[in-house]
């Protein structure tokens, strides 16, 4: 529905040099200009399956116009191969794509996305209903120190406050407590920015090498 990443055409310059490297991760094989006819063809709609395609523009326009009708809707996703997080007001729905677990690809960096949130790096997005109505969602990073037996949180957010049973109030059974094997934040408030000592927490935060 919607992304920073490949599927909804943004390429590398390494994109265009090594064209083989999108499909096969270390097919290094340099095709300066003829190897721009891929990206760009992804880019501009060409395979179905990528969100600029008319065919695929028709379905999200369906789609975009049921939730308009039932708000509050989350609509999660894998097909991208990285941690993303959208909002749309106009239709008051929330898109998660949560689709690294097992490889990455790069994501647009930056103030150049429009994501609230996005990261190449492998992990995994978990959303969290509270009993007070609270929804909130949290993208973690498996720790390499201990071979991804714990991870870390590298973004959390409210999605919304009210699930029909009352808006949310300070006395929150929400946010700060355990997460499985990691501690509560140790931030301002819980939960309302990115948790402290996460330096590299950022929009648009991605590896600095565009070829992995």
């Known amino acids: 529905m919607y992304s920073d990443g490949i599927h909804g055409g943004y390429f590398t310059f390494a994109d265009h040099v090594f064209p083989l490297s999108i499909v096969f991760k270390y097919a290094f094989v340099p ?6 006819i891929y990206p760009l063809a992804r880019q501009y ?49 929330y898109f998660i794509t949560s689709g690294s677990g097992c490889k990455t690809q790069h994501v647009k960096p930056g103030k150049g996305g429009d994501a609230l949130f996005s990261d190449k790096e492998k992990g995994y997005a978990r959303l969290n209903y509270y009993d007070d109505g609270q929804v909130w969602v949290e993208y973690l990073v498996p720790n390499d120190s201990d071979k991804g037996q714990t991870a870390r949180r590298v973004y959390r ?3 919304y406050g009210n699930l029909g049973r009352g808006r ?9 407590g355990p997460v499985q094997q990691e501690k509560p934040d140790p931030g301002r408030v819980q ?7 996460t330096a590299n927490t950022r929009k648009g935060n991605q590896s600095k090498d565009d070829l992995e």
Not at 62 to 81: D, R
Not at 168 to 176: E, S
Not at 191 to 197: H, I, K, L, Q, S
């Open 168 to 176: 949310a109030t300070a006395k929150t059974k929400g946010p700060g």
């Open 157 to 159: 957010q409210q999605v």
């Open 31 to 36: 095709l300066p200009i003829i190897g721009s």
């Open 45 to 93: 709609g060409g395979i179905a399956q990528d969100i600029p395609a008319p065919i695929y523009q028709e379905y999200r326009k369906g789609l975009l116009g049921i939730m308009a009708k039932y708000p509050n809707i989350i609509y999660a996703n894998g097909h991208e191969h990285n941690l993303q997080y959208f909002e749309n007001p106009d239709v008051n729905a």
């Open 191 to 197: 939960g309302m920015g990115a948790p402290a000592n």
